[in-house]
T-cell receptor, first 115, second 111 residues
Framework: NAGVTQTPKFQVLKTGQSMTLQCAQD?????MSWYRQDPGMGLRLIHY???????DQGEVPNGYNVSRSTTEDFPLRLLSAAPSQTSVYFC??????????????FGSGTRLTVV | TQLLEQSPQFLSIQEGENLTVYCNSS?????LQWYRQEPGEGPVLLVT?????EVKKLKRLTFQFGDARKDSSLHITAAQPGDTGLYLC???????????FGPGTRLSVLP
């Protein structure tokens, strides 16, 4: 079982460049999300999706786009990279079982540096 | 905006000691989760609690959800070096579509 797979693991971008972080899961989870993790600030939600064709914004969505054309894939696009987007990005997925989310499965992260 | 605070921020103890870390908020959560994260990896789920006052045990780890569902604690008995890591709590709203994470407690267990 691969779980949640993120690529690439490391990336360096120049200011203004665009790129897509890939996320794929093989657990048939309805819910997928993107978080960024910065020192002392915990994990902050960027965007999330409750199923194919449905996305919504989280706490820090500016500068990022997402789409969900399949259950398995949830790519995160950086439109014009800025140094403030230097961070570690995590993709997470879970089942939606009615009233509760019983826990995320996280990928191993993408460490992004914008210079 | 719902906020979660965790204390202590850092904790360094000797193998065999007991410890408790805390997760607090002024908001009520429908469920609360604890994760452990090791360097270079994503967080790994330890437990989910959903009922006020609920206590769950996972080997040497004991998790408690506050009666008012605003706080939680994690107690580790006889800590081992393998317990070293960043412990994160996360509180969810109804339907779990918006989980808020605390900043974490970084635990170091020395042999």
């Amino acid at each position: 079982n691969a779980g949640v797979t993120q690529t690439p693991k490391f990336q360096v971008l120049k200011t203004g460049q665009s790129m897509t972080l890939q996320c794929a899961q093989d657990m048939n989870h309805e819910y997928m999300s993107w978080y960024r993790q910065d020192p002392g600030m915990g994990l902050r939600l960027i965007h999330y999706s409750v199923g194919a064709g449905i996305t919504d914004q989280g706490e820090v969505p500016n500068g990022y786009n997402v789409s969900r054309s399949t259950t398995e894939d949830f790519p995160l696009r950086l439109l014009s990279a800025a140094p403030s987007q230097t961070s570690v990005y995590f993709c997470a997925s879970s089942y939606l079982t009615g009233a509760y989310n019983y826990g995320y499965t996280f990928g191993s992260g993408t460490r992004l540096t914008v210079v | 905006t719902q906020l979660l605070e965790q204390s202590p921020q850092f904790l360094s103890i000797q193998e065999g000691e007991n410890l408790t870390v805390y997760c607090n908020s002024s908001s009520v959560f429908s469920s609360l989760q604890w994760y452990r994260q090791e360097p270079g990896e994503g967080p790994v789920l330890l437990v989910t609690v959903v009922t006020g006052g609920e206590v769950k045990k996972l080997k040497r780890l004991t998790f408690q959800f506050g009666d008012a569902r605003k706080d939680s604690s994690l107690h580790i008995t006889a800590a081992q070096p393998g317990d070293t890591g960043l412990y994160l709590c996360a509180g969810g709203d109804n339907y779990g579509q918006n989980f808020v994470f605390g900043p974490g407690t970084r635990l170091s267990v020395l042999p």
